[in-house]
């Protein structure tokens, strides 16, 4: 499990998982799939405190040894038949009533800039991206309140494209790139209204026929460093069924946030 999250082709014993490139994620997955395949209880303290393949299999054979986990076992995430709506989860209770208490920041955006080479089709790229939010929940997701709490609302449409795209190219190369940087910590700077969906910020620049740059901006309430991942996959793999005229290829997700958060509330 963690040669497969380090995606390095050998992993001793011996060797340290943190040393070897791992971070908190890539250790939460590492948890998560390793309590997935033996039944275990393990936390994320536990490969902190046994770092290599050895130290852990040590604890996990000791936790087994204590045979309590069968008690602790936990009822699996269902996928609800009503996605319009869902709890917060404690998580996201923490972010909102930070967020009430001291507004106006923007110490929760999760801002990204990615520089784009190679032929641009901006139509397909902002229908690839219409895409993906209409299979998202999450990205058509607020925060708003009900009686005395909160909870996830979602809708069915949101408003969110690329287009019109910001065209620098006709700038000086110097003058350009500075420009690029000034629209994007602007940006950035920009606030988010946790009532109004969607909780994301997307902007498109021209810098040349074939050089683009990418400004993609969530939420956190929403959004977590492996969010990144999903984003890379789905947008490449819609890109690509659309240049092709095909259907797009994703299954349909099993699972929504939603979902889990029902599942953590319970």
């Known amino acids: ?9 050998q992993l001793g014993i011996d060797d340290d998982f943190f040393a070897m490139g791992g971070h908190s994620l890539l250790a939460a997955r590492v948890i998560g799939q390793i309590n997935k395949q033996l039944g275990t209880q393990l936390t994320l303290r536990a490969l902190f405190e046994a770092p290599t393949p050895a130290k852990l299999a040590q604890m996990i054979v000791g936790q087994s040894e204590g045979s309590v986990q069968a008690e602790d076992a936990r009822d699996p995430i269902v996928h609800r038949q009503d996605q319009s709506t869902a709890p917060l989860t404690l998580m996201q209770e923490r972010i909102r009533f930070i967020e009430e208490m001291q507004p106006g920041r923007v110490v929760y955006n999760a801002p990204s800039a990615h520089r784009l080479t190679g032929p641009m089709n901006l139509q397909a790229f902002d229908q690839a991206f219409a895409e993906m939010i209409r299979r998202q929940p999450a990205l058509r997701t607020a925060i708003v309140p009900e009686g005395d709490h909160y909870i996830q609302k979602v809708f069915d449409e949101v408003q969110a494209s690329l287009l019109p795209v910001e065209d620098l190219s006709d700038l000086p190369k110097a003058q350009r790139e500075a420009v690029l940087a000034q629209r994007l ?16 910020k997307m902007r498109l620049f021209k810098l040349a026929d074939e050089e683009h740059a990418l400004f993609f901006m969530t939420h956190h309430i929403l959004w977590d460093g492996w969010s990144f991942d999903i984003l890379y996959t789905e947008i490449s793999s819609l890109y690509e069924s659309i240049l092709k005229g095909e259907a797009p290829s994703l299954a349909p997700l099993s699972l929504t946030y939603g979902d889990y958060a029902q599942w953590h509330n319970e």
């Open 185 to 200: 910590e602007a940006l950035t700077a920009e606030t988010f209204d946790l009532s109004q969906a969607p909780l994301l």
């Open 1 to 9: 499990a963690m040669q497969e999250m380090l995606k390095v082709q």
